[in-house]
């Protein structure tokens, strides 16, 4: 029995038959006896405390949520769960459906909101955030508002970006109960007095706990290739290698996978589990041949159907090794007996630094798995110089107990210069140390100071109350709320001068109202929208460009792709250097001039002005950036697929960012632009760009198209579950056929890179295209000599790329190809030279994209 259905058929009279329920519940249906942590966190809830649950990794907090959630639908109250990112907030998601049933459960986390006034809610703290600015009755109990608060992670208190999010709710929802937790929070005493102080409740905290499967750590002074052979032959597998580099995680997996990781019965058992598993080229064939070998690689830049295919096979118990990112602390589920720790030290975004107490504990914690393991080992491995110099005296040692004259002998190895290095002193102390105590990040907005202006009828002493409590209850110093309410005053000003606050005189008070609307999810997600609707207006929709400028307004408002941006400046830059030493520009005054040289940036110049316009009236669109750019729109431009844009940018260990860009970028296509601005060529894009997403990985789009369906939330969340017992959910796949509008546009793209390459004589491009299928790039230089006899040049404007110039004759689809003539637009008009050739439809629906074959290059009117 589900929890959802004994609430439905069972009165609790008391809250203590509650618990007693859930614990058998527990037990009955999962086989877990709590642990006494576990219920003394449960009892607290019941007995309406406060809880921040600071116990290891591996002690069941996720009950504990489970079992709070429980409660508080005992009581009939509202109860809320906040995690730090989206995916973790869908994750838990379907975890309490298939648990409280669909019914019970709802989500909103600015990408999708469901069933969002049911009694238990999932989002992400800047949403639970936003919710106690904004509605003064969030946590009144007779308005139906939240009453109880579980906030997981709760370490990102101290986020630099993100942390007011999780400070925010503890000051201002003062009749709400709170469940805080983390492993690693530190001393969080004041924290816990403050916290009472606010809710009149006590607070009770649940830490000191001993881990139920106990770690053992040790520095070990040898290279990761015979550690990990140790591990294997000890049976202290799985083994997860945590390096704080992408690159460094896929080259240590290539170099292992020399070493016999699993035999041969357990290579057939995962070829036999992966089966018909598709994998791309470029990195997806790395990856197939290491995880045959019994390697995983795990890290953000990964394609999400290559994450969730290494997390199903190490659930099987199918993968000894896998080698990743420290990625793996945040929710990740995937069972790992050992951790090796690469490095001590990490790059932080501006220097290198030795890892903090925190980020250790919540890396090495990962380590163990209850109910499997009667311990757990965490590994760090010495510096390379340390590893080579222990070698040479393993060697000096062995020569003198042979009798052997040792000599002076090879110099000590030293660390490179600037090396930030560590020790097994440093290991020491970071098991010895706690994590360091949470630091407040507090920060006033325009969009905060609105929001609490936006309440409803505020009377100015009401407003002020609670500026006062977000800036001066907070944990910052003194200096720094004195810091705050300084800017606080000043946007107020800014937001009085500008009209969109005005001032009345009531029955002796001051009255604050808006003079604006306040869209409902103004600070939620994609708070840019509004701006990128108005800016579409300036646009001209008989402009050639009027798709393509479109396209570069929503993306000036997304986040930047930073891999993506960083490659295209990176070659915009190699360029810019050939070109000015081709015309003879001395080095300095080249050095000079590349400062100004970056990736694309369309109509960075209207939108900027457009923008400055724009916050006069919306003053708090001042807290977001614009961000030009052009990803989508490139692409479009160079006639690239997914494929050829990680080629060209050589971004194949990025390819999962390069997805999550793409995908964002559809979704807001299709929610931000309105029906009436979409032009036929516009229609086209959007969905060209959603049909490749898919080809490459649905599931990102998969998952946020089912979440328009409510009623579906038990069967996915079923399918959730057999995923995370390790049973192998291959993504879903549809031919690409299917879509024939966005097959079309990929055909045109296709042909179209062809004709760029031949228009610039990009023979090695055209070789690559066009070799494996017999027609080389010797055959289009010779074939392109007869053209450029005739003509000067091959047009790449806008009309060569016209539909009119691509003719397609689908009556052999029987004989499994299409026939294609794509026309050369020649300076003269003539549209007498082209390329002809076939489609090969099996291939295609192989590919996930058009299957190109050319057979001729030359004049049309030839047989």
Not at 204 to 220: I, K, N, Q, S
Request: glycine share 8%; net charge negative.
């Amino acid at each position: 029995m589900n929890l959802g259905r004994l609430l439905e058929t069972t009165v609790f009279t008391e809250p203590d038959e509650a618990y007693a329920s859930f614990e058998q519940w527990a037990w009955e249906e999962r086989g877990l006896r709590l642990y006494p942590a576990q219920e003394e966190a449960i009892l607290g809830i019941t007995l309406g405390s406060n809880v921040i649950l600071a116990t290891p990794t591996g002690t069941g907090k996720s009950l504990v949520a489970m079992g709070a959630h429980f409660i508080a639908l005992a009581e009939g109250r509202r109860t809320v769960y906040t995690a730090p990112i989206k995916a973790l907030v869908s994750e838990k998601f379907f975890d309490l459906v298939s648990v409280f049933g669909a019914a019970n459960v709802g989500m909103v986390t600015g990408d999708s909101s469901i069933n969002a006034d049911a009694p238990i809610l999932c989002c992400t703290a800047e949403i639970l955030a936003n919710l106690a600015i904004r509605d003064k009755d969030v946590d009144n109990a007779d308005a139906g508002g939240i009453t109880q608060v579980i906030m997981d992670e709760f370490h990102y208190y101290a986020d630099p970006d993100r942390g007011w999010a999780w400070q925010v709710p503890l000051l201002l929802m003062h009749d709400a109960q709170f469940l805080l937790m983390s492993a690693t929070l530190g001393d969080v005493t004041e924290l816990a007095a403050d916290l009472s102080d606010a809710t009149g409740r006590d607070t009770a905290l649940v830490t000191g706990v001993e881990r139920p499967v106990p770690l053992e750590f040790r520095y070990a002074v040898a290279p990761a290739h015979e550690v990990v052979e140790q591990l294997v032959a000890d049976g202290e597998t799985p083994a997860y290698l945590v390096h704080f580099n992408q690159s460094h995680a896929v080259e240590q997996a290539q170099a292992l996978s020399s070493i016999k990781v699993v035999d041969r019965a357990g290579r057939d058992k995962i070829a036999e589990v992966i089966g018909g598993f598709r994998f791309s080229a470029g990195f997806g064939q790395t990856l197939s041949r290491l995880v045959r070998s019994g390697i995983g690689v795990h890290h953000a830049g990964m394609l999400p159907k290559y994450r969730r295919l290494v997390e199903q096979l190490a659930q099987r118990g199918l993968l000894k090794v896998i080698c990743g990112t420290d990625t793996l602390g945040v929710g990740i589920n995937v069972p790992i007996r050992t951790v090796v720790i690469s490095a001590l030290t990490k790059f932080d975004g501006e220097k290198m630094r030795r890892l903090s107490a925190r980020e250790f504990h919540q890396i090495a914690g990962r380590a163990g798995r209850a109910g499997y393991d009667t311990e757990g080992d965490v590994v760090v491995l010495a510096p390379e110089h340390e590893v080579e110099n222990a070698k040479q005296s393993a060697k000096a040692l062995a020569k003198a107990a042979a009798g052997k004259k040792i000599g002076k002998g090879p110099k000590k190895k030293t660390p490179p210069q600037g090396f930030v290095g560590w020790s097994e002193q440093t290991l020491e102390k970071l098991v010895g140390s706690q994590p360091e105590p949470l630091v407040s990040r507090m920060r006033v907005t325009h969009s905060m100071v609105l929001g609490v202006i936006g309440r409803g009828e505020s009377w100015e002493g009401e407003a002020l109350n609670t500026m006062q409590m977000l800036i001066f209850d907070s944990h910052e110093p003194k200096a720094k709320q004195y810091e705050h309410a300084r800017t606080a005053i000043e946007i107020f000003r800014t937001l009085r001068n500008g009209g969109i606050v005005e001032v009345h005189e009531e029955n002796g008070q001051r009255l604050l109202r808006l003079t604006v609307e306040l869209q409902s999810n103004f600070a939620l997600n994609q708070p840019l929208s509004p701006f990128a609707l108005a800016a579409i207006e300036l646009l001209d929709p008989e402009s050639a460009t009027y798709a393509l400028d479109v396209i570069s307004i929503i993306e000036a408002t997304l986040e930047d792709p930073r891999a993506i941006l960083r490659a295209q400046e990176h070659r915009a830059r190699g360029e810019a250097i050939g070109a000015m030493k081709a015309e003879g520009i001395e080095y300095d005054e080249r050095m000079e001039l590349l400062e100004e040289v970056t990736y694309p940036k369309p109509l960075a110049e209207l939108l900027g002005e457009a923008y400055e316009v724009y916050v006069k009236d919306v003053p708090w669109a001042r807290d977001y950036e614009l961000r030009p750019k052009s990803v989508v729109r490139d692409m479009i431009e160079r006639a690239f697929g997914f494929r050829d844009l990680v080629s060209f940018y050589q971004l194949g260990r990025a390819e999962g960012g390069v997805l999550r860009y793409l995908s964002d970028a559809f979704r807001a296509f299709e929610r931000t632009i309105p029906e009436s601005a979409k032009s036929p060529e516009l229609e086209e894009l959007i969905d060209w760009l959603g049909e490749l997403v898919r080809q490459v990985d649905s599931s990102l789009i998969d998952e946020w198209e089912e979440l328009q369906h409510p009623e579906r939330a038990e069967e996915i969340a079923a399918r959730h579950e057999a995923e995370e017992a390790g049973e192998l959910t291959p993504p879903s796949t549809r031919s690409v056929l299917a879509n024939e509008r966005a097959f079309l546009v990929m055909i045109r793209n296709a042909l179209f890179r062809r004709v760029q390459a031949a228009a610039f004589e990009r023979y090695s491009e055209l070789d690559e295209l066009d070799a494996p299928q017999g027609f080389g790039g010797d055959r289009w230089r010779e074939a392109l000599d007869g053209y450029f006899t005739e003509y000067e040049e091959i047009g790449v404007d806008a009309s060569a790329r016209a539909a009119a110039l691509l003719s397609l004759d689908r009556s052999t689809a029987s004989e499994g190809h299409w026939q294609f003539r794509q026309v050369f637009a020649d300076p003269q008009g003539d549209h007498d030279w082209g390329i002809v050739g076939e489609i090969d439809l099996a291939a295609s629906e192989e590919l996930g994209e058009p299957a190109v074959r050319v057979t001729r290059v030359g004049p049309l009117n030839a047989g």
